[in-house]
Protein backbone atom coordinates (compact mmCIF):
# COMPACT_ATOMS: atom_id res chain seq x y z
CA UNK A 1 0.00 0.00 0.00
CA UNK A 2 1.45 3.56 -0.63
CA UNK A 3 -0.33 6.58 0.75
CA UNK A 4 0.02 10.23 -0.45
CA UNK A 5 -0.88 13.52 1.30
CA UNK A 6 -0.85 16.84 -0.63
CA UNK A 7 -0.06 20.16 0.45
CA UNK A 8 0.48 23.67 -1.40
CA UNK A 9 -2.70 24.88 -2.81
CA UNK A 10 -4.72 27.85 -2.46
CA UNK A 11 -5.73 30.70 -3.95
CA UNK A 12 -3.53 32.91 -6.35
CA UNK A 13 -4.08 35.68 -8.85
CA UNK A 14 -3.66 34.84 -12.68
CA UNK A 15 0.24 35.27 -13.46
CA UNK A 16 0.87 33.75 -9.95
CA UNK A 17 2.90 30.82 -9.00
CA UNK A 18 2.08 28.21 -6.51
CA UNK A 19 4.08 24.92 -5.72
CA UNK A 20 2.25 21.84 -4.33
CA UNK A 21 4.17 19.16 -2.50
CA UNK A 22 2.87 14.97 -2.03
CA UNK A 23 4.68 12.86 0.58
CA UNK A 24 4.82 9.80 -0.18
CA UNK A 25 4.97 6.60 2.20
CA UNK A 26 4.27 2.66 2.89
CA UNK A 27 5.37 0.13 -0.39
CA UNK A 28 7.53 2.40 -2.18
CA UNK A 29 10.56 -0.24 -3.17
CA UNK A 30 8.44 -0.97 -6.96
CA UNK A 31 7.26 2.62 -7.79
CA UNK A 32 7.48 3.45 -11.17
CA UNK A 33 6.33 6.86 -11.05
CA UNK A 34 4.86 9.49 -9.01
CA UNK A 35 2.82 13.00 -10.77
CA UNK A 36 -0.22 15.43 -10.32
CA UNK A 37 -3.43 15.57 -12.34
CA UNK A 38 -6.30 17.26 -11.90
CA UNK A 39 -9.64 17.62 -11.92
CA UNK A 40 -12.11 20.99 -12.83
CA UNK A 41 -15.66 20.80 -12.09
CA UNK A 42 -17.83 19.04 -14.80
CA UNK A 43 -14.47 17.70 -16.31
CA UNK A 44 -13.26 14.36 -16.30
CA UNK A 45 -9.69 14.01 -14.45
CA UNK A 46 -6.55 14.59 -16.70
CA UNK A 47 -2.94 14.23 -16.47
CA UNK A 48 -0.99 17.31 -16.00
CA UNK A 49 2.84 15.61 -15.32
CA UNK A 50 4.54 12.52 -14.42
CA UNK A 51 8.17 12.21 -13.10
CA UNK A 52 9.39 8.29 -13.33
CA UNK A 53 12.21 6.85 -11.07
CA UNK A 54 14.23 7.13 -14.34
CA UNK A 55 13.99 10.89 -14.46
CA UNK A 56 11.51 10.48 -17.34
CA UNK A 57 8.80 13.43 -17.47
CA UNK A 58 6.13 14.22 -19.67
CA UNK A 59 3.54 17.02 -19.58
CA UNK A 60 0.43 17.94 -20.34
CA UNK A 61 0.70 20.30 -23.81
CA UNK A 62 -1.65 22.98 -21.58
CA UNK A 63 1.26 23.71 -18.77
CA UNK A 64 4.65 22.60 -20.93
CA UNK A 65 6.63 25.81 -20.10
CA UNK A 66 4.85 26.64 -17.18
CA UNK A 67 4.96 23.43 -14.66
CA UNK A 68 7.80 21.73 -13.20
CA UNK A 69 7.34 18.50 -11.72
CA UNK A 70 10.25 17.01 -9.59
CA UNK A 71 11.38 14.60 -6.84
CA UNK A 72 13.36 14.77 -3.56
CA UNK A 73 14.30 10.67 -2.95
CA UNK A 74 15.43 11.05 0.27
CA UNK A 75 11.98 12.74 1.01
CA UNK A 76 9.74 10.83 -1.06
CA UNK A 77 8.46 13.95 -1.72
CA UNK A 78 7.24 14.89 -5.49
CA UNK A 79 6.87 18.88 -6.22
CA UNK A 80 4.66 20.98 -8.24
CA UNK A 81 5.78 23.94 -9.34
CA UNK A 82 3.02 26.23 -11.07
CA UNK A 83 4.30 29.34 -12.91
CA UNK A 84 2.27 31.66 -15.12
CA UNK A 85 -0.92 30.13 -13.48
CA UNK A 86 -3.93 30.99 -15.69
CA UNK A 87 -7.84 30.86 -14.32
CA UNK A 88 -8.23 27.73 -16.34
CA UNK A 89 -5.52 26.07 -14.12
CA UNK A 90 -8.36 26.26 -11.72
CA UNK A 91 -9.01 22.66 -10.12
CA UNK A 92 -8.39 19.77 -7.71
CA UNK A 93 -5.07 18.82 -7.75
CA UNK A 94 -4.57 15.00 -7.05
CA UNK A 95 -1.03 13.20 -6.40
CA UNK A 96 -0.56 10.12 -7.79
CA UNK A 97 1.63 6.67 -7.47
CA UNK A 98 2.39 3.95 -10.19
CA UNK A 99 3.53 0.83 -8.51
CA UNK A 100 4.48 -2.54 -9.58
CA UNK A 101 4.50 -3.98 -13.15
CA UNK A 102 0.97 -3.37 -13.51
CA UNK A 103 1.15 0.41 -12.57
CA UNK A 104 -1.14 0.12 -9.85
CA UNK A 105 -2.60 3.28 -9.34
CA UNK A 106 -2.63 5.35 -6.04
CA UNK A 107 -4.20 8.47 -5.14
CA UNK A 108 -4.18 11.55 -2.72
CA UNK A 109 -7.25 12.88 -1.71
CA UNK A 110 -6.69 15.74 -3.35
CA UNK A 111 -5.40 20.05 -2.96
CA UNK A 112 -7.99 22.59 -4.55
CA UNK A 113 -6.08 25.15 -6.74
CA UNK A 114 -8.03 28.23 -7.40
CA UNK A 115 -6.78 31.08 -10.25
CA UNK A 116 -8.57 34.08 -9.71
CA UNK A 117 -8.11 37.76 -9.40
Known amino acids: QVQLVESGGGLVQPGGSLRLSCAAS????????LGWYRQAPGQRRELVAT???????NYVDSVKGRFTISRDNAKNTVYLQMNSLKPEDTAVYYC???????????WGKGTQVTVSS
Open 51 to 57: LTTTDNS
Open 26 to 33: GTLFRLYA
Open 96 to 106: NAQVGLTRTNY
